[in-house]
């Protein structure tokens, strides 16, 4: 058996249509707990994440990037 590994796509049935649950986060990744709608099998999508910087609130309450800020 030949399983997809996209993201959005069932890996059994190749279907793009996923019932998402809530994102869980693990050390520096998080994953999306899925279940395919059309094939009913489930299981989970992995996504890693890195730093790139801070937002913040600028004196008019707007959310502004620290490195426009420091310009």
């Given amino acids: 058996m ?3 590994n ?3 796509k069932c890996p059994f ?3 793009n249509d ?3 649950g809530v994102m869980e986060p ?3 990744m998080v994953y999306y707990p899925w279940t395919c709608s059309d ?3 489930h299981g989970e999508e992995w ?3 890195r730093f790139t910087g801070h937002n913040v609130e600028d004196e008019n309450g707007d959310m502004v990037d620290v490195d426009d ?3």
Avoid: R, V
Wanted: hydrophobic fraction near 20%.
């Fill in 2 to 4: 030949k399983l997809f």
């Fill in 47 to 49: 996504y890693s994440m």
């Fill in 6 to 8: 996209e993201e959005g």
């Fill in 13 to 15: 049935c190749g279907s």
């Fill in 26 to 28: 693990e050390d520096d």
């Fill in 18 to 20: 996923l019932d998402y």
């Fill in 69 to 71: 800020l420091n310009k």
């Fill in 39 to 41: 094939c009913g099998k």
